[in-house]
């Protein structure tokens, strides 16, 4: 029977081996599980993102309902109690005046801001911010509102809102979370706004 030497230089060839197949193995693995773990992040986010904009679209839906419903008192600048998505606001919504903020024409404007959260585990916020403008039919002049971005951020139209004398001028913003009204400071809130105007 032969027997076979073996070299020193021969030992632990097999180890060697070993251990490269398990650190490729790894790095492949590795690779794998990171961009799984971005896919699923990319995926939540595109979740989020959309529950936030169907959260923006039908606020707008129920705001541009409650513009017309409430025509008379919106532009008068009396309260409203507006009810969206079968919540009701818990008390009337006050609007601010903005006759400071004038600087042409003859008129009254007015801002109304309110919020519901909603969704069948309330897990959605919508808030509405509706600016309505009366310019006055005698008026020789448009009525214009100064620091439209103060009251709507990213408004496109410049800073101020012209409304023709015997318009009635509304611009609505309207944001969406993924998250309640309480918790859109938190981590992870998406926001989404969609902007009217008429």
């Known amino acids: ?31 794998v599980l990171e961009l799984t773990i971005k896919q699923v992040q990319l995926a939540t986010t595109a979740r989020d993102s959309e529950i936030a904009f169907h959260a923006a679209n039908a606020g707008m839906e129920c705001s541009r309902y409650w513009r017309r419903a409430s025509a008379t008192e919106m532009e008068t600048g009396a309260n409203i109690t507006p009810s ?19 600087s042409a024409g003859t008129g009254e404007a007015y801002l109304y801001n309110y919020s519901f959260t909603w969704g069948t585990d309330l897990d959605r916020c919508t808030e509405v911010t509706t600016l309505v403008a009366s310019s006055s039919v005698s008026g020789a002049t448009d009525l214009v509102i100064n620091n439209m971005t103060t009251y709507f951020p990213g408004y496109t139209d410049g800073t101020t809102k012209e409304c023709e004398p015997g318009a009635r001028c ?24 969609v902007l009217l105007q008429f």
């Open 1 to 31: 029977m032969e027997t076979r030497k073996y070299n020193k230089r021969d030992s632990g060839f097999a180890l060697l081996m070993a251990l490269l197949v398990v650190g490729v193995l790894i790095t492949v693995g590795l690779s």
């Open 84 to 102: 969206c998505f079968g919540i009701s606001s818990l008390s009337p919504i006050v609007p601010t005046s903005l006759s400071g903020n004038i």
């Open 170 to 193: 509304t611009v609505m913003a309207v944001r969406g979370y993924n998250r309640p009204c309480s918790g859109i400071t938190n981590y992870g809130t998406v926001q989404r706004e």
